[in-house]
């Protein structure tokens, strides 16, 4: 199985600010791997999907990046609506899996 | 615009099957090209892929959960189910369902708490 680690689980940055996330699987993965975001209450909503590619009617300040093992979720300049947690997840095999969050405050 | 919408009896008492039913709408199971899929949240934590089920039936599992589940598809409802067995209070849990493309979910159901308690 695949093992997806996120890091850091939690961090707190000011309103403008640029945010990194980062995801590292346990094997390469390719390219198969996506972001959601999940706000209080709500379910999971996709970000980015196949590592870099947006979500139609997300956000520009989002992006993401990496290959392989390693990837990158940024926002480029943060804002007020952007308080959630942030979740990885591995589509190269099953089962799938997902990281343990970040959760990202200001 | 497609919906997800996850149902169920509510409260479930240890050694019970925990049984669940989402309800899809704008977009037919029938057509094919996707697969349905069940993932849950413990309070406070991580998500966890349950597993996934094709139009045609076909499914793949957990295999941490495999041999507790069942997941099932209605195409003439346009609907599918979760059936967990022997449940624990291990398995309190906001359960959602979801539509998958590539093993990457792409519409969620907003989720429902499943509290496993005597």
């Known amino acids: 199985d695949i093992q997806m680690t996120q890091s850091p689980s939690s961090l707190s940055a000011s309103v403008g600010d640029r945010v990194t996330v980062a995801c590292r699987a346990s094997q390469s993965i390719a390219g198969y791997l996506h972001w959601y975001q999940q706000k209080p209450g709500k379910a999971p909503k996709r970000l980015i999907y196949s590592a870099s590619t947006l979500e139609s009617g997300v956000p520009s300040r989002f992006s993401g990046s990496g290959f392989g093992t390693d990837f990158t979720l940024t926002i480029t300049s943060l804002q007020p609506e952007d308080v959630a947690i942030y979740f990885c997840?591995?589509?190269?095999?099953?089962?799938?899996?997902f990281g343990g969050g970040t959760k990202v405050e200001i | 615009q497609v919906q997800l919408q996850e149902s169920g009896p509510g409260p479930v008492k240890p050694s019970q099957t925990l049984s669940l039913t989402c309800a899809v709408s704008?977009?037919?199971?029938?057509?094919?090209?996707?697969?349905w899929s069940w993932v849950r949240q413990h309070p406070g934590k991580g998500l966890e892929w349950i597993g996934y089920v094709y139009n045609t039936g076909t499914t793949y599992y957990n295999p941490s959960l495999k041999s507790r589940i069942a997941i099932s598809v209605d195409t003439s409802k346009n609907q599918f189910s979760l059936k967990l067995s022997s449940v624990t209070a291990a398995d309190t849990a906001v359960y959602f369902c979801?539509?998958?493309?590539?093993?990457?979910?792409?519409?969620w159901g907003q989720g429902t708490l499943v509290t496993v308690s005597s």
């Open positions: 997840q591995q589509g190269y095999s099953r089962p799938l899996s």
């Open positions: 704008g977009y037919s199971i029938s057509r094919g090209g996707y697969s």
């Open positions: 979801a539509r998958v493309y590539n093993d990457c979910f792409d519409y």
